[in-house]
Every structure is written in structure tokens, then in C-alpha cells.
């Protein structure tokens, strides 16, 4: 599947977010390689899910980036690139947290239910600010910024989606 690339573009981000999201999810596997990082197709689900959790605050983490220094790092949601390849989350320095479902289809199906979980969460309180591990608290829209790019590197990552052309 090849989808353009957009962050800037509200109808693009809406759109990944209800549909082409999930919808590319349905080619993955347990067995699905990645083409490059450590995740497993099932702890990469359940890493999407957990940072839909963060997005609607049933999931509380720290932000350990300093307050001076989260509006320049926010700026990267909108910067219309893909999230780069060797992009590391600090908060999984340690390593991903342990399984928290038995296979991928409890683990996709869960993550469908956050997903619009979010988005009705968009629509009945788009000015709740929830904590994002690197850039601190943050409303609907760069939330739904995160998502996107967040969403669109992990589909890239196991190869269920062609990257985009340009330069």
C-alpha cells in the first residue's frame, strides 16, 4: 500500500487515523519481519496502542525532557518528514514492556478500541492536554500529529506500506 505523506494536512491525519491505519495493520503477522529495530509485529501493536492510551490519558507517564526544551523538539510534528528509522523513544530505553496480550489479533483488536477511543476523545474534549513522553503535555491536534507520524513510521517498519516519493 502506498499512501502520500501529510502531517500537515488534517483530512490526511483524520483519514490514517480511522481507517488506513487499521486497515494496514491487517497484512501483519506474528511473523511479520520488521525491516529494521528490535520490535516483534506484536509489541509493536501493543506499542501503538500504549501511546493511544497516553493520548487519552487512561495510560500517566513522565515527560523527562526538560520544559526549555520541548517547544523546539515539538516542532518535529510539523515537519512534514516520516519519523527516521533509528528514532528511539527514551522512555523504552530500557527496553519494551512485557506483553500484555496473548496474540496479535487480541493485541490489533484492542488497539482498533483506543484508536477511537481517541478519536471520540478529540471530538468531546479537544482541549485536554495529556502528558507525551518526549514533548510534555499536548492537545488533540498534536496528538493526532504524533499518531500520524508515529502510526505511518511502524507501518513502513514492517513493510505495509511503501514509503513515500520525494526528495
Same mark, same amino acid.
Given at each position: 500500500? @502506498?499512501?502520500?505523506?501529510?502531517?500537515?494536512?488534517?483530512?490526511?491525519? #483524520?483519514?490514517?487515523?480511522?481507517? #488506513?491505519?487499521?486497515?494496514?495493520?491487517?497484512?501483519?503477522?506474528?511473523?511479520?519481519?520488521? @525491516?529494521?529495530?528490535?520490535?516483534?509485529?506484536?509489541?509493536?501493536?501493543?506499542?501503538?496502542?500504549?501511546? %493511544?492510551?497516553?493520548?487519552?490519558?487512561?495510560?500517566?507517564?513522565?515527560?523527562?525532557?526538560?520544559?526549555?526544551?520541548?517547544?523546539?523538539?515539538?516542532?518535529?510534528?510539523?515537519?512534514? @518528514?516520516?519519523?527516521?528509522?533509528?528514532?528511539?523513544?527514551?522512555?523504552?530505553?530500557?527496553?519494551?514492556?512485557?506483553?500484555?496480550?496473548?496474540?496479535?489479533?487480541?493485541?490489533?483488536?484492542?488497539?482498533?478500541?483506543?484508536?477511537?477511543?481517541?478519536?471520540?476523545?478529540?471530538?468531546?474534549?479537544? #482541549?485536554?492536554?495529556?502528558?507525551?513522553?518526549?514533548?510534555?503535555?499536548?492537545?488533540?491536534?498534536?496528538?493526532?500529529?504524533?499518531?500520524?507520524?508515529?502510526?505511518?513510521?511502524?507501518?513502513?517498519? %514492517?513493510?505495509?506500506?511503501?514509503?513515500?516519493?520525494?526528495?
Amino acid at each position: 500500500m @502506498r499512501l502520500p505523506f501529510d502531517v500537515n494536512d488534517a483530512g490526511a491525519r #483524520e483519514a490514517f487515523l480511522c481507517h #488506513e491505519l487499521l486497515a494496514g495493520l491487517d497484512g501483519l503477522t506474528e511473523a511479520s519481519p520488521p @525491516r529494521w529495530g528490535r520490535m516483534t509485529a506484536h509489541q509493536m501493536v501493543e506499542h501503538l496502542l500504549w501511546a %493511544f492510551e497516553c493520548s487519552t490519558g487512561r495510560v500517566k507517564v513522565e515527560c523527562p525532557t526538560p520544559a526549555a526544551e520541548r517547544e523546539r523538539l515539538k516542532r518535529f510534528l510539523y515537519h512534514n @518528514r516520516p519519523t527516521p528509522h533509528d528514532f528511539m523513544n527514551p522512555a523504552l530505553a530500557a527496553g519494551l514492556p512485557r506483553r500484555r496480550f496473548t496474540d496479535l489479533d487480541a493485541a490489533r483488536l484492542a488497539l482498533g478500541a483506543e484508536v477511537a477511543r481517541f478519536v471520540d476523545h478529540v471530538a468531546d474534549a479537544a #482541549e485536554a492536554l495529556h502528558v507525551h513522553p518526549i514533548f510534555g503535555p499536548l492537545g488533540a491536534e498534536d496528538w493526532a500529529r504524533s499518531h500520524y507520524k508515529h502510526g505511518y513510521h511502524h507501518l513502513l517498519q %514492517f513493510g505495509l506500506l511503501e514509503a513515500p516519493e520525494g526528495p
